[in-house]
């Protein structure tokens, strides 16, 4: 990952961004909606939140995360890694044969794309399984929003603006008086709205409107195609911040989370499997630096948790139900364990991108659900095939 180009034009632009933010928190909701009546004939969609599950058959999702595309646009070196990590994906996708992909965040590296529209780079992330017919879910990681950073070659020596807008890119200001270039990000709102619009696959919400600019909160059910009423689990997406707001799940998040689990699975019955990008602080308890629960499995220590920046009670309620099975979380790109942590496990997926930083070898995190009776079993399917870190999460040890 290129550094981080703090300046006092990224200060302004990002204030400017938040303004244009508040402003348009309306409009997308309008022109989504306008789309949605016009496919809404369609016998099944994702609108009722509702995944099938053949009797007797399993449901694959595979986890991709910190794809990072978009990454600096103005070098031959950052195109190349799309397409590396295009391959990556299609290579996933050909061999596990997945019914489900989660984009679990960092999908794009907004603070590296010189354009207006980071929507265009997330089409591309999304391609390999649109193109395959796989339905889909996404939530927003630290990158997806961030406001562009100017990189210092684009400064003159002084590091000091005059700088100039490179080719292409999308310069407001220019046609507002020639001031120069200015910066508007794409905000969640924005980039939710594109991928729903463009994709009849996907399964992506917008969250509840109380809890913006919080975006990716929403629930899936999984239910057996023969009876619709018995449902095999509940997903949880819910957006752990970062970008354009502090890095947390916060207490409106939680009590969201605890009013729907309540509504939906009141007896706790059906499990639950939840999906964040950013690890919470119980992932740095559970594996502090050279100790772990002999369960635990994959990936450890190569880098440090950077865990959430506080802990606002979403972890109690998760502790407090023994349906939660597992919690998966992307954003550390070394790391890709599980380890058991009370009633549940906590999980990295495995950073799937050529983006981002880091050289480790690339792959995606698979689960496997199956019902009746309910389990939960995952490992890991490398870029090159290789599979490991197999573990049983439905069951509080690891299967041997
Ligand atoms: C953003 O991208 C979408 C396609 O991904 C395109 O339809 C739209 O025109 C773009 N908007 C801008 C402002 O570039
Ligand atoms: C800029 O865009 C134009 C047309 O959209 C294209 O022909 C040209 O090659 C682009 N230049 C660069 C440097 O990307
Ligand atoms: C989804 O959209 C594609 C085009 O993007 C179209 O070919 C397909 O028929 C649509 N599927 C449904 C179920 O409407
Ligand atoms: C969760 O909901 C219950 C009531 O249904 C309430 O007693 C409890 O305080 C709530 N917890 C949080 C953290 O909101
Ligand atoms: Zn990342």
Not at 178 to 201: D, V
Not at 286 to 292: E, G, L, Q, T
Request: a negative charge.
């Amino acid at each position: 990952m290129s550094p981080l180009h703090i300046s006092a034009i990224s200060l302004i632009s990002l204030i400017l961004r938040l303004i244009l933010t508040v402003h348009s928190y309306n409009s997308p909701l309008d022109e989504l909606s306008k789309t949605r009546r016009r496919i809404s004939h369609r016998t099944s969609t994702p609108e009722d939140s509702t995944l099938h599950v053949q009797p007797g058959s399993s449901f694959k999702v595979a986890l991709f995360s910190d794809l990072h595309f978009g990454e600096d646009a103005w070098t031959e070196w950052g195109p190349r890694q799309d397409v590396n990590s295009i391959k990556v994906m299609s290579t996933v996708l050909d061999e596990e044969q997945p019914d489900f992909v989660v984009y679990l965040g960092d999908v794009v590296t907004a603070n590296n794309i010189p354009i207006q529209n980071s929507s265009l780079y997330w089409d591309q992330a999304i391609s390999p399984t649109r193109d395959r017919g796989i339905p889909w879910a996404s939530v927003f990681g630290n990158h997806d929003d961030m406001p562009f950073e100017w990189p210092m070659e684009w400064f003159s020596s002084t590091g000091i603006p005059p700088l100039h807008c490179p080719v292409n890119a999308s310069c407001p200001g220019e046609s507002e008086g020639g001031k120069g270039c200015s910066f508007k990000g794409t905000t969640r709102l924005e980039l939710m709205m594109n991928e729903l619009k463009m994709n009849n696959l996907s399964y992506s919400k917008f969250g509840p409107k109380d809890l913006w600019p919080s975006v990716s909160n929403y629930v899936l059910k999984l239910s057996s195609t023969d009876d619709p009423e018995s449902v095999v689990a509940y997903m949880y997406f819910l957006d752990s911040g970062g970008g354009s707001y502090p890095e947390v799940i916060s207490n409106a998040q939680a009590e969201w989370f605890n009013r729907t689990s309540q509504e939906i699975n009141p007896n706790s019955r059906v499990s639950e499997i939840i999906f964040w990008h950013i690890p919470n602080q119980a992932y740095k308890t559970v594996a502090p630096r050279f100790y772990a629960h002999r369960s635990c499995i994959g990936s450890m220590f190569v880098e440090k948790v950077s865990a959430q920046e506080a802990e606002t009670g979403m972890m109690k309620l998760l502790e407090g139900r023994s349906s939660v099975k597992a919690v998966f979380v992307g954003h550390n790109h070394g790391l890709d364990w599980c380890c058991p942590y009370k009633n549940m496990w906590l999980c990295y997926a495995r950073h799937s991108g050529y983006g981002g930083y880091g050289n480790w070898p690339r792959g995606a995190r698979i689960l496997e659900i199956t019902q009746q009776p309910f389990s939960l079993k995952s490992w890991i399917r490398m870029e090159d095939g290789y599979v490991h870190s197999e573990v049983l999460l439905s069951s509080s040890t690891r299967k041997e």
